[in-house]
């Protein structure tokens, strides 16, 4: 039995746009990604997220499912336009109502909140008219909106995420375009990472002097990384290994817990990286009470002759990640999620480690971690047998990483149902509660009954071989 630490928080995670629905229902008004979805050819089948699982309306009976599960923890994020349609000024009543709702809900069945200030759904207004997240100006707009949280809901909620994955914000949504607000660019991922930064820092320094000493709460950011394996013994192939990681992981992470960028980032990338003055550092060093990560996968990294035109089959081509000159490669051996992500554990095992390591064994939370299937519904049952086996190798991961010294807190299953998988729309499924998207009725999934007796028995028998992990 791999018996886990008797406070060992056993959670699952949403996000807002992702189920909430109710799009433009009492006062709430467009973010990036409303405006992003309603633009054809952005999303699967131009598909939205207007209804998506209608939590806005069934956020009880979804609290009831939680319950069902004996689940500890529940991390959910919070609609920023929701709170303040503009982003800024004026509050909306109705929306503090809601999730005042939703945590009290939450409270009265013992289950933790863990509130993400940002999982991406910049409010539309500072994006037309600020522009969103390239502006200096956003960090002090995010950092006055998530005092209206702390506010109105931190008498209840001890533990805050204020951003969810910056990387994907930067990268997918302002290198490559494929995520809201579709910028395209070589230059502007690391701008709008510098102001992410900045904006959490400055949301950390409001709750640090004005919430938390009465509060008593946690706060803290979720960066996502996958692990990066040499594809070779050779130095290159282990360096390519470690830029990769410090390209992906590092750019977030050592601001915060070493106060600056990357060298690596800094040699290669120049220019076009901003640089940090004091003030800066002084807000993002040391902003953070415990280290969140979504961690999904594993890859394969191989240097890159500079010279040579990078073929990098998972990214594309050039464009953003040319300035890593990284070859990511999967082996033909691991299986795939129907992201066409692979199913790596001891890459899971090997990142907490590296992170250990690298930034003093810092308190960790998974965050986020799961398994995207196309699942099928059978006379109430959906036998997700694999998304079972991804669960359980991943914690049997965990497992050892605690028993190697990791200081791993907790773990949250993405996601508890299925949801809006942003641009891929509802062709992914995640959860570990099925939605039909006809009736949007939710039936807990085997992975999910597996699950319950996990976070009962703290624990469970490993049913792989140990090589995996
Ligand atoms: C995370 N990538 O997103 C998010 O936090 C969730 O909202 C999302 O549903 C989940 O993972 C599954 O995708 C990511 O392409 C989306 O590298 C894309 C990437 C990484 C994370």
Known sequence: MLQFPIDFVWGSATSSHQIEGGATEDGRAWSIWDAHTHTPGRTNN????????DHYHRYREDVQLMANLGLKAYRFSISWSRIQ???????????????????????KHNITPWITLYHWDLPLALQTEKDGWLNPEIADSFAQYAGIC??????????????????????LGHGEGVFAPGRISKSEPYLVAHQLLRAHGK???????????????QIGISNNGDWREPSSEKQ?????????????????????????YPQV???????????FTEEDINLIKGSSDFFGLNHYTTLYASDVDPNADVQNEVYGNGGIFEDQYVQLTADPEWKMTTMNWAIVPWGCR?????????????????????????????????????????????????HK???????????FVWSFMDNFEWALGYSKRFGIHFVDYGTLERTPKNSALWYKQVIQNRGFEFSQPDSKI
């Open 150 to 171: 702390f506010e109105n809901f931190g008498d209840r909620v001890k533990h805050w995420i204020t951003l969810n994955e910056p990387w994907v914000v930067a990268i």
């Open 85 to 107: 349609p503009d982003g800024q000024g004026a509050i909306n009543p109705k929306g503090i109502e809601f999730y005042n709702n939703l945590i009290d809900e939450l409270l």
């Open 203 to 217: 949301a950390v320094q409001c709750y640090r002097e004005h919430y938390q000493p009465e509060q008593q709460g």
């Open 46 to 53: 131009n598909e939205t997220a207007d209804v998506a699982c």
């Open 350 to 398: 090997k990142l907490i480690e590296w992170i250990s390591e690298r930034y003093g064994n810092p308190p960790l939370y998974i965050t986020e971690n799961g398994c995207s299937l196309d699942d099928q519904i059978e006379n109430g049952e959906v036998n997700d047998t694999v998304r079972k086996e991804f669960i359980e190798s991943y914690l049997a991961a965990c």
């Open 236 to 260: 290159a192939d282990k360096d390519a290994a470690t830029r990769s990681l410090e390209f992906f992981l590092g750019w977030f992470a050592d601001p915060i817990y070493l106060g600056d």
């Open 265 to 275: 980032m800094k040699d290669r990338v120049g220019e076009r990286l901003p640089k």
């Open 401 to 411: 990483a605690i028993k190697n010294g990791a200081n791993l807190k907790g773990y």
